[in-house]
């Protein structure tokens, strides 16, 4: 039996090791980052024995309405030939992928990766085939990986470029010993991996170890220094590689781009700054509160007042010894706090805002008088410049993650699967394989991603344009030669669905001439 070399694994746990050194700055970045997301910031700006303090969710605030903008934009693959022979399994690819996503909770692990890619900066996606999925047939199987738990050679911008990629995942003891009776009693963990587990829980740190040789993609899974699986030892992937197209089985999301890393940073690291000192503020502005509402008073010891009868408000009487005068008790007078202070946090709070494009229409805020909903939504697009720019970039990657799928489809689905599909049509079955796309011709496609607008206020814009176009005579058989003009100079969305209702008109009048 063929055993994976000694000598290599421990050049790969070395290797493991320097990535893992090198991403050290970034795991504590991303653990600092957590505690300002939960609001528990005040664990590191707070001083040694300082109290702390109140927390606004100004800065929470920016990340929700960021990632409402990206739910109301939730990514749609479209599929399309570069040779016309393609066409019709290009149609079916479009069709299908959704329905393959869907099937594996990519709209929940989207929602998820959006939250963590807003805090910290990136989101990668592992995009794998599960072969226990679809009662052991397998599927494609899109699924979040925490940066915390991946390291890849450090310096290079492409993650396509890394000499290795490391996954690690935490597997109980008892079941991977199961899953790999070959195991040793007793494996201990190369690495430390942050994750959230019970105490006392027995845990096995498992590393998914993927290269790269001779343009083949292998995969070797070990734990401790004990091989658990090797791509290169089976023989049904020596010569074919783990999976046929040969790229690292990840799409890194980044939002805002890091020179020569493959890695950026998010929103907390942006805002942070102003949170700290919203919050600062805030807590010098409450404690003058507190204490200019809760009175105090200098009294001479020999006042002669019923102390415990003073400090109780609910006695109606205070009984006192000799005459009553101001003298014996003075109220402390607490020094007034100037506008100033309000004036400098309100500037704090604009500078969040300013500086996240978090302003109040981009929020769903509107200015008196601004009703209509067409009007709210051209504000909000207008405000929306920087959420446009976020999400296109993010389609980019997602376009990554849509050409992966398709590979795991045109590799694995070799025998025929059945799919219903809701369009605007209604419901259908649809039976495929990858036979056509498999073999000796095996066609390229591009891959392009829309949005499944679900914001209410641009449906009901849409609807407006649909009807002031109606009403301009768009849809009138005897002037859809002068709307095919007008068209040719507009921009909308649903453009072509006008154009061929207008060609169809067109082609029956002329028909009729004929």
């Not at 807590?283 to 809760?294: D, H, Q, T, V, W």
């Not at 978090?358 to 805020?365: E, I, K, V």
Request: glycine share 8%; with cysteine.
């Amino acid at each position: 039996m063929l055993q994976f070399p000694k000598e290599r694994l421990e050049e790969a746990i070395g290797r493991l090791r320097e990535y893992k050194r090198a991403k050290a700055p970034l795991e504590k970045r991303l653990r600092e980052e957590e505690l300002w997301y939960q609001l528990r910031h005040w664990e590191l700006i707070g001083g040694e024995g300082e109290r702390p303090g109140p927390t606004s969710a100004w800065l929470f605030n920016n990340l929700a309405n960021k990632h409402a903008d990206a739910m109301d934009n939730f990514p749609e693959p479209v599929v399309l030939p570069r040779e016309p022979g393609d066409a019709k399994d290009a149609e079916a690819l479009s069709r299908i992928i959704p329905a393959v996503l869907d099937r594996c909770g990519f709209e929940q692990t989207y929602s998820d990766q959006w939250w963590y890619k807003l805090k910290h900066g990136t989101a990668v996606y592992g995009v794998f085939w599960n072969p226990a999925l679809e009662h052991g047939a397998g599927d494609v199987d899109v699924t979040p990986i925490d940066l915390q738990n991946i390291f890849w050679e450090p310096g290079v911008r492409d993650i396509q470029l890394s000499r290795d990629l490391f996954i690690a995942h935490r597997w109980d003891r008892e079941t991977l010993e199961k899953e790999y009776p070959q195991l040793e009693k007793g494996t201990g963990d190369v690495i430390d991996v942050i994750t959230r587990t019970a105490d006392g829980q027995d845990r096995v740190t498992v590393i998914d170890w993927y290269y790269k040789k001779d343009g083949l993609l292998h995969l070797c899974k070990f734990a401790g220094e004990h091989v658990l699986y090797a791509s290169e030892l089976d023989e049904r992937c020596r010569d074919t590689g783990w999976y046929a197209h040969g790229l690292y089985p990840v799409v890194f999301d980044t939002l805002f781009p890091v020179a020569g890393e493959p890695v950026g940073f998010g929103y907390i690291a942006v805002t942070k700054a102003p949170q700290e000192y919203i919050d600062r503020l805030g807590k010098n502005i409450m404690e003058c509160s507190l204490m200019a509402s809760r009175p105090r008073y200098f009294a001479g010891r020999s006042a002669g007042i019923n102390e415990e009868e003073f400090l109780d408000w609910d006695r109606p009487i205070v009984h006192v010894e000799g005459a009553i005068s101001e003298e014996r008790v003075r109220p402390i007078q607490p020094y007034p706090l100037s506008e100033t202070y309000l004036r400098v946090q309100q500037m704090k709070i604009d500078e969040l805002k300013e500086t996240s494009s978090n302003r109040d229409f981009s929020a769903g805020s509107t200015n008196a008088g601004v009703t209509a909903a067409s009007a709210i939504s051209a504000l909000q697009e207008a405000g929306n410049k920087t959420s446009r720019d976020m999400i296109r970039a993010s389609y980019r990657a997602y376009g990554r993650l849509g050409a992966l799928c398709l590979e795991l489809i045109r590799q694995f689905y070799d025998v025929g699967r059945c799919f219903r599909i809701t369009g605007e049509k209604g419901t259908a079955f649809v039976t495929y394989s990858s036979r056509a796309i498999r073999g000796a011709h095996r066609p390229d496609f591009d891959i392009v991603m829309t949005a499944q607008k679900k914001n209410p206020f641009a449906r009901v814009s849409q609807n407006e344009l649909a009807k002031e176009l109606y009403d301009r005579g768009f849809f009138r058989p005897d002037l859809a030669e002068q709307a095919m003009g007008a068209l040719e100079l507009m921009d909308f969305e649903g453009k072509e669905a006008v154009r061929a209702y207008l060609a169809k008109h067109l082609e029956k009048e002329e028909q009729t001439i004929a």
